[in-house]
């Protein structure tokens, strides 16, 4: 049977680099990295990539972003290599997107495009589909130029009533409103929905521990090398973009729940850091961050950065409180690619390899020892007979020391104030 599939879009991308930023030594990173960067993201939704070019920006052109010559220059080179889609890894006005197609004569997407449609392809929940979907329509929205002049219709009534009704554009801009409307209403009902299982887990209560970081830097590897699970994990960037949790049981026998999160990138699209907002709430209620870094990559610390960055940007907007960073603890993962733990600079972080699991019990006894210092010590005694409450004991708190009495069990333990409370009132 004869193969019918479509042949792969062959793509460009091409990078505007802003030279005044090299030269004040405010680029926070190679342009060779973030080229390498743009080629993966473009990668990771199928687009082959033939041809990639990085260009010089003194001044940016309002009309095209490039220059009238590198535009031309683009131009032949695209059509040699026989591109469909060129990626631009900027952030393109309507206006010189619309331009840009013409004068190159394919599909040009930028990366705020190129990481919404990322998310699209990847996307499995329905919150996860419902978050996409709203981050793109927001981003349209934006792309609505008015060029459809020759689209101009009546919208209805008879003649004596007069003029032009709407127009194409302000029929589309109505839609896309109205379907917004009904996206964040079903959104609210999620964070309800969301809030309703983190008031479940309180009354548990089990504290929550989120990974966060850069996309690829290994949190999903991280997540299945320390509880067992099988999230899809692989060498590409936003493998994964729906939360996971599980369960885990610390040295001391105290549970805890570890929460997967979506990956960063830098020049993150701020219609997905707003439509993404439920999800991030798991990382606003955690009692530890670990801030997990591939220490191995040329730019770890700009990656970094980035990272710290969102946080901020969710402090300052009151998803996230101002002393997030006093409960984050980073971890330093693909220590392996340097030739372990030990070759790794690590200060306060902690060194890991996920992949081959150095160091994972070393950060599993940092995790207890940190929750540990949240607990109060307290002194019981609880009598032999009343075989519940001894038992609600192991299983909440951390036993310190027991001693065994013909009537009595005496104990010091570690309790958390909720559990003090409940205690109490058994």
Same mark, same amino acid.
Request: proline share 3%.
């Given at each position: 049977?004869?193969?019918?599939?479509?042949?792969?879009?062959?793509?460009?991308?091409?990078?505007?680099?802003?030279?005044?930023?090299?030269?004040?030594?405010?680029?926070?990173?190679?342009?060779?990295?973030?080229?390498?960067?743009?080629?993966?993201?473009?990668?990771?939704?199928?687009?082959?990539?033939?041809?990639?070019?990085?260009?010089?920006?003194?001044?940016?052109?309002?009309? #095209?972003?490039?220059?009238?010559?590198?535009?031309?220059?683009?131009?032949?080179?695209?059509?040699?290599?026989?591109?469909?889609?060129?990626?631009?890894?900027?952030?393109? #006005?309507?206006? !010189?997107?619309?331009?840009?197609?013409?004068?190159?004569?394919?599909?040009?997407?930028?990366?705020?495009?190129?990481?919404?449609?990322?998310?699209?392809?990847?996307? &499995?929940?329905?919150?996860?589909?419902?978050?996409?979907?709203?981050?793109?329509?927001?981003?349209?929205?934006?792309?609505?130029?008015?060029?459809?002049?020759?689209?101009?219709?009546?919208?209805?009534?008879?003649?004596?009533?007069?003029?032009?009704?709407?127009?194409?554009?302000?029929?589309?801009?109505?839609?896309?409103?109205?379907?917004?409307?009904?996206?964040?209403?079903?959104?609210?009902?999620?964070?309800?929905?969301?809030?309703?299982?983190?008031?479940?887990?309180?009354?548990?209560?089990?504290?929550? *521990?989120?990974? *966060?970081?850069?996309?690829?830097?290994?949190?999903?590897?991280?997540?299945?090398?320390?509880?067992?699970?099988?999230?899809?994990? !692989?060498?590409?960037?936003?493998?994964?973009?729906?939360?996971?949790?599980?369960?885990?049981?610390?040295?001391?026998?105290?549970?805890?729940?570890?929460?997967?999160?979506?990956?960063?990138?830098?020049?993150?699209?701020?219609?997905?850091?707003?439509?993404?907002?439920?999800?991030?709430?798991?990382?606003?209620?955690?009692?530890?961050?670990?801030?997990?870094?591939?220490?191995?990559?040329?730019?770890?610390?700009?990656?970094?950065?980035?990272?710290?960055?969102?946080?901020?940007?969710?402090?300052?907007?009151?998803?996230?409180?101002?002393?997030?960073?006093?409960?984050?603890?980073?971890?330093?993962?693909?220590?392996?690619?340097?030739?372990?733990?030990?070759?790794?600079?690590?200060?306060?972080?902690?060194?890991?390899?996920?992949?081959?699991?150095?160091?994972?019990?070393?950060?599993?006894?940092?995790?207890?020892?940190?929750?540990?210092? &949240?607990?109060?010590?307290?002194?019981?005694?609880?009598?032999?007979?009343?075989?519940?409450?001894?038992?609600?004991?192991?299983?909440?708190?951390? *036993?310190?020391?027991?001693?065994?009495?013909?009537?009595?069990? &005496?104990? !010091?333990?570690?309790?958390?104030?909720?559990?003090?409370?409940?205690?109490?009132?058994?």
């Amino acid at each position: 049977m004869k193969d019918t599939a479509p042949p792969p879009n062959r793509a460009a991308i091409l990078l505007p680099w802003d030279k005044s930023a090299v030269r004040t030594g405010t680029a926070s990173r190679s342009s060779e990295a973030r080229l390498a960067e743009a080629v993966g993201l473009a990668a990771s939704i199928g687009l082959v990539v033939v041809h990639q070019a990085v260009f010089a920006i003194r001044a940016i052109t309002p009309a #095209t972003l490039f220059g009238k010559g590198q535009v031309a220059m683009a131009a032949a080179a695209l059509r040699a290599a026989d591109v469909s889609v060129v990626v631009v890894d900027a952030a393109l #006005t309507p206006v !010189q997107q619309r331009n840009l197609e013409v004068a190159w004569g394919a599909k040009v997407i930028d990366r705020t495009g190129l990481i919404l449609d990322i998310f699209g392809a990847r996307a &499995r929940t329905r919150e996860g589909s419902l978050q996409v979907e709203l981050a793109h329509l927001e981003y349209q929205r934006s792309r609505l130029v008015r060029t459809w002049t020759h689209l101009e219709r009546q919208r209805g009534g008879f003649g004596f009533l007069g003029g032009p009704g709407e127009t194409q554009i302000e029929v589309d801009r109505r839609l896309i409103g109205d379907r917004l409307a009904r996206l964040r209403l079903e959104l609210e009902e999620v964070r309800r929905t969301r809030g309703l299982h983190r008031g479940a887990r309180k009354r548990v209560p089990y504290p929550v *521990v989120a990974l *966060v970081g850069y996309t690829n830097a290994g949190k999903s590897t991280l997540f299945n090398a320390l509880t067992g699970a099988t999230v899809t994990a !692989q060498d590409q960037l936003f493998a994964t973009l729906d939360p996971t949790m599980r369960g885990l049981q610390l040295p001391s026998g105290r549970n805890i729940i570890l929460s997967d999160t979506v990956g960063f990138i830098s020049d993150l699209p701020t219609e997905l850091v707003a439509s993404f907002r439920a999800t991030l709430e798991e990382v606003a209620e955690a009692d530890i961050l670990l801030h997990v870094r591939d220490v191995a990559h040329p730019d770890t610390e700009a990656q970094a950065g980035d990272v710290r960055g969102v946080l901020n940007r969710m402090a300052k907007d009151g998803t996230l409180d101002e002393n997030w960073a006093d409960r984050t603890l980073e971890v330093l993962n693909k220590a392996d690619l340097l030739g372990g733990v030990a070759g790794v600079v690590q200060g306060e972080a902690i060194a890991v390899s996920a992949l081959t699991g150095e160091g994972l019990d070393r950060l599993v006894a940092v995790i207890d020892e940190r929750l540990a210092t &949240r607990l109060e010590v307290l002194a019981v005694e609880i009598p032999v007979t009343d075989g519940a409450r001894l038992a609600w004991v192991y299983r909440h708190g951390e *036993v310190l020391h027991r001693e065994d009495t013909d009537t009595h069990v &005496r104990l !010091q333990l570690r309790l958390s104030a909720a559990d003090k409370a409940r205690f109490e009132q058994l």
